[in-house]
């Protein structure tokens, strides 16, 4: 019946522990229907997957395994707000990719594309969403990436 | 009977024919009645009408023809989303505008008004939109502008 | 009745009138029960509070005190839209907050807090918002920080 939860486990991906809030906001705010995540790092275990900017203190392959993390990240916030039950997702809005740049750093779509196929990943056509990806000259704790998003909820 | 089409070629605006989704993402995702566009960049026929950084590689008045250009594209993409009927646009929401600057330009609204303008021209009083602009350090494929959009439209 | 004009009273905080339309954008544009806030800079009684980039130019605590001014602009457009009436807010959804950051600054968050911070301390628990705090290379007018805003709204 979790059909989304089997759909990680199959993908190997297990979800850690949402973020707590920090400072005053918080990791989720839901309006009618749609859900707003806030902006994700790289967190994986309370270590930074990758800090600085793309490529000269991170690989691109690195940056989009970190961009993953950031949409793994995402997905725990959005089970949390669900109560566990991802399977209420209807559809996966609109990501906000930043990434960490270095003057002259253009490939930012294939950073993004680590969060960006993951959701397709766990949840097929309702994965697929509009998107945004920049560069930034500098991100939160030094983080190479970090990934907002809004996602649409059925009851 | 199709007002903004009519509108359109009053301006000498063809609408190009929209971007295919690249990668796991796609152009545009409706949830309720808010269409959300994925960030454009400024194609025009192929090519990258103003690359790298304002005003270093490019100046104010390339951006802004850019960021008109971004503008059309972001129509084309709505119109498609419409199946070609954009009288159904209710009100032009949101435009996120960046701009690839050098560090110390702060002249981004001016080059965001090459796609605001637009939106007024085409839509009229449904086209003033809330905006953010700001700055970037570098941009997809070396984009001088990249504009992302939500409208509201009705049934 | 009116209490979140109380609160405001209580905080010392009065709004100062909402900025005016400048070009083909508009201060906020409501969709459904969504009201979409511009971008805000740190403008105080027609003077900006703060200048450049952060530290370079501008301090973490300067930098904080202009993100709570890009907050209460935020909410002086917020109370025009609302006809002076900010107990319809039902809840303060997303802030977006970008600091204009040297290379290597990566304490935004502790930026974007002066304009979370107001949020909590003027609305309570409504005021409690998603959020994505980023780096930006420059931003409109030599701003340090710009904050734009997504609040739901009851009739």
Redesign the interface.
Known sequence: MARIRDRLEELGISLPEAPR?????????Q????V????QVPFSEGTLLASG?VPGSVTLEQAAAAARQCGINALAVLSDHLDGDLDRV???????V?V??????????KV??GA??L??EVFGEA?????????????????AV?V?M?V?VRD
Chains 1, 2, 3 share one sequence.
């Not at 960490?100 to 779509?109: E, M, R, V, Y």
């Open positions: 809030p920090v400072a005053a906001y918080v990791p989720s705010v309006a009618g229907s749609l707003f995540i806030s902006g900017t209807e559809q996966v809005v609109r990501l906000g930043f960490a740049s270095d003057p002259g750093f253009t490939d930012q779509p993004a594309n960006s196929e959701m397709e994965g697929r969403h509009a998107r945004a990806a920049v560069g930034s000259v500098s991100l939160p704790i030094g983080a970090e907002e809004i649409q």
